[in-house]
């Protein structure tokens, strides 16, 4: 059974910082691209950043270019994303997933951001 827990999620200020995680189980991790994903209610859900399964290839969406990081640790079936210069723009509730993705979606961990 697939598993991913995000957290790290919280409420912070404009120009602040976060550091989600996600923690997998139940799937071959390192054989995996992983995605951050986020969703605003009554929006679909987007694709924030993106990372080859062994951590070589990253792509982000040009909303977060330059201020977000995706990493992985393969060894902890761990993801994570840094999250710099975050904007009240960036409020969401991030998840995480394979990418492509799967139907196996968590919980999330809900960010927000003020103004």
């Known amino acids: 059974q697939v598993q991913l827990v995000e957290s790290g999620g919280d409420l912070v200020q404009a120009g602040g910082s976060l550091r989600l995680s996600c923690a997998a189980s139940g799937i071959i991790f390192s054989f995996n691209a992983m995605g951050w994903y986020r969703q605003v209610p009554g929006k679909q859900r987007e694709l924030v950043a993106r990372i080859s399964s062994g951590g070589a290839i990253r792509n982000y969406a040009d909303s977060v270019k330059g201020r977000f990081t995706i990493s992985r640790n393969n060894a902890k079936n761990t993801l994570y994303l840094q999250m710099n210069s975050l904007r009240p723009e960036d409020t969401a509730v991030y998840h995480c997933?394979?990418?492509?993705?799967?139907?196996?979606w968590g919980q999330g961990t809900q960010v927000t951001v003020s103004s």
């Open positions: 997933n394979t990418h492509p993705s799967s139907s196996d």
